[in-house]
């Protein structure tokens, strides 16, 4: 029986490569969630949950946008995480994730610090498929952001 997964998607080009590592795993029954309210401007936002429900239409939204003013990622792995955590124990899933886990340039070991305080997280390196999945992206012409997504990371 596959474990059901609740992914956290920060972006669509980044679920493309996770889901690509996922997929060889084959040991999930995934279902994506939305909640990124660090991203910033608010066309930013936008931009990012437009792409993703053109990418994939039955991604779970929890569309709220509230500019995070904090300089420490931290913050924003552990506001985006402890929601997927309670949407996940409060909707049956077995293990909950993230596609932060996909990119080279985020903190996977702070990621996975904010994500084990919940018990049902599964920590997965996809960087491995980071390059394929935005080669995906072009491809199929997704949006796709320059920047991490909190005003901070805009100017970096």
């Excluded at 084959?26 to 990124?36: Q, R």
């Excluded at 420490?72 to 409060?90: G, M, P, S, V, W």
Aim: proline residues 3%; positive net charge; contains cysteine.
């Amino acid at each position: 029986m596959k474990t059901k997964l609740l992914l956290h998607v920060c972006c669509a080009p980044c679920l493309i490569g996770t889901m690509m590592c996922l997929d060889e795993l084959g040991d999930f029954d995934v279902s994506c969630f939305w909640y990124n309210p660090n991203i910033s401007p608010l066309d930013e936002y936008k931009s990012r949950l437009g792409a993703l429900i053109d990418y994939m239409p039955s991604c779970i939204i929890k569309d709220d946008h509230g500019i995070v003013l904090n300089k420490n990622c931290d913050y924003c792995y552990k506001i985006r995480l402890k929601e997927t955590a309670r949407y996940a124990r409060e909707n049956g899933f077995d293990k909950f994730s993230t596609t932060l886990l996909v990119s080279p340039y985020q903190n996977h070991e702070k990621i996975k610090q904010s994500g084990e305080k919940y018990a049902e997280f599964f920590y997965g390196d996809f960087r491995g498929n980071f390059r394929a999945g935005q080669k995906v992206a072009r491809e199929k012409k997704i949006y796709m952001q320059k920047y991490c997504g909190c005003i901070f990371s805009e100017n970096i």
